[in-house]
C-alpha cells in the first residue's frame, strides 16, 4: 500500500533506456479529480512517465501506486487508466457514433444502452448531431473531442493525455483548453495531461510538475510556480524573470534583507530553511511587479538605471533597464493604463521602484 492517501503516487521511480536515464527519482503524488499537468520542454521525459502511468513502459526502479494498488505487475489493460494521444487515434472509415462506441464493444451492452451513452458523449463534448457523420468529415478540433469521448466512455479513473492540443491552431487550442477544463470538473475524472506550452498547464492545472532532464523541479500550483519559484529554472521556464546576486545581511519574520548587487538593500521573501546571514544568494523579480519612472519615486525601495530599450506593445510596454553590476538589462513590463500619445522612449536615466513583497530569494543561490 502507499504510505498517503494520494490516488496516484509515483515512489522514486527511475527509466533507463540502454545507459541513458530518462527518468532521474521522480516521486510525484496526485489527488483524486485532480487535472495535473507534466510540464517541460521536448526530451524531459514527460511522455516517458505517462507511458508508464499508462504501463506501455516499466520503470527501472520504483514503484507506481494508482488506488492504493502497486501497479508494476499489472498490464495496460488492466490499469484503471485510459490514454489519449497527440495525434487523434480515431478511424477514418467509421462514423463518430462507431468512433466512440469502439471501447464498448468488448462490453456486452445492449445496442439500445451503447447509443445512449454515445449519445451522452456527444452531448458533453458538444457535437450532438454528429453522431452519422463520417469521421474524416471532421475538423482537427471535433476529431480531438471524438477522441476525448471515446476514452471517456469507458469511464476511467484516469485520463492521461499526451499533449493532445497538439496539433491545433492557436486560436482553437485555447477555446480546447476551455472546454477541457470545464469537461473535466463536469466528469470528475482524475486528467494526467502532458504539455510544453507553459501558458497551456498555467490555464488548465489545479497542479503542475515541471521537468527537466528526467527530474521534476517544483511541484506547485500555477500560483506558486509562478510566484514562488524554487529555482532559476523553474524561474526561466515559467514566464520572464530578472535574477540578482547579493549577500544576506538578517532574517526576520521569513524576510530576507539582502545586500543585493546594483539595487542596494532589498527585502525578499520565500527564504528557504538554512539560510543564514552571510551567505550569498540568488533573488527573482517578475518584471510586473517593477515600476519604471524619469522622477525619483516618493514610496518604496528603488534604484537608478539607464533606459536602454523600450517596446511598445498596446495593452503594455516593455522596457530594458541597464544597471551597474548586473550582466543582465533588467527586463519591466507596464500596463498601458493611459492612452500613450507617442512611442515608448528609450535612452535616459531613470528609476526603478518595487513593492515590498515583490522579490523572491532562490533555492540555487
Ligand atoms: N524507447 C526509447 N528508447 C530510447 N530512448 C528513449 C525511448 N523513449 C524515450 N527515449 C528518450 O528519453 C528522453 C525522454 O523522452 P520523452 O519521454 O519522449 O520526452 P518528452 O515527452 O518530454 O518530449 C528522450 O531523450 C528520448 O529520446
Ligand atoms: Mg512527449
Known sequence: ?????????????????????????????????????????????????????????????????????????????????????????IFPHLNVRDNIAYGLRKQKLARAKRYEMVDEMLELIKLPDYGDRKANELSGGQRQRIALARSLILRPKVLLLDEPLGALDKQL????????????????????????????????????????????????????????PVNRDVASFIGTMNFFDGTVSAINDGIAKVDAVGLGEV????????????????????????????????AGSNARGLLENAAYLGERSHYYVRVD???????????????????????????LSWDENAFVVLEDG
Request: glycine share 8%.
Open 325 to 351: 553590476g548586473v550582466s543582465q538589462p533588467v527586463a519591466v513590463s507596464a500596463q498601458n493604463r493611459q492612452r500613450a500619445d507617442g512611442k515608448a522612449e528609450d535612452k535616459r536615466p531613470v528609476w
Open 267 to 298: 527585502r525578499a521573501g520565500n527564504v528557504p530553511s538554512g539560510l543564514r546571514p552571510g551567505q550569498s544568494v540568488c533573488l527573482a523579480v517578475r518584471p510586473e511587479k517593477l515600476t519604471v519612472s524619469e522622477n525619483a519615486p516618493e
Open 1 to 89: 500500500m502507499t504510505q498517503n492517501d494520494a490516488f496516484i503516487s509515483i515512489r522514486n521511480v527511475n527509466k533507463f533506456f540502454g545507459k541513458f536515464q530518462a527518468i532521474a527519482d521522480v516521486s510525484i503524488d496526485i489527488q483524486h479529480g485532480e487535472f495535473f499537468s507534466l510540464l517541460g520542454s521536448s526530451g524531459c521525459g514527460k511522455t516517458t512517465l505517462l507511458r508508464m502511468l499508462a504501463g506501455f513502459e516499466s520503470p527501472t526502479s520504483g514503484e507506481i501506486y494508482i488506488d492504493g494498488q502497486p501497479m508494476s505487475d499489472v498490464p495496460p489493460h488492466h490499469r484503471p487508466v485510459n490514454m489519449v494521444f497527440q495525434s487523434y487515434a
Open 173 to 228: 487550442r485555447e477555446q480546447m483548453q476551455l472546454e477541457l477544463r470545464a469537461l473535466q470538473k463536469t466528469v470528475g475524472i482524475t486528467f494526467v495531461f502532458v504539455t510544453h506550452d507553459q501558458e497551456e498547464a498555467l490555464t488548465l492545472s489545479d497542479r503542475i510538475a515541471v521537468m527537466a532532464q528526467g527530474r521534476d523541479l517544483q511541484v506547485d500550483t500555477p500560483t506558486r510556480l509562478y510566484e514562488n
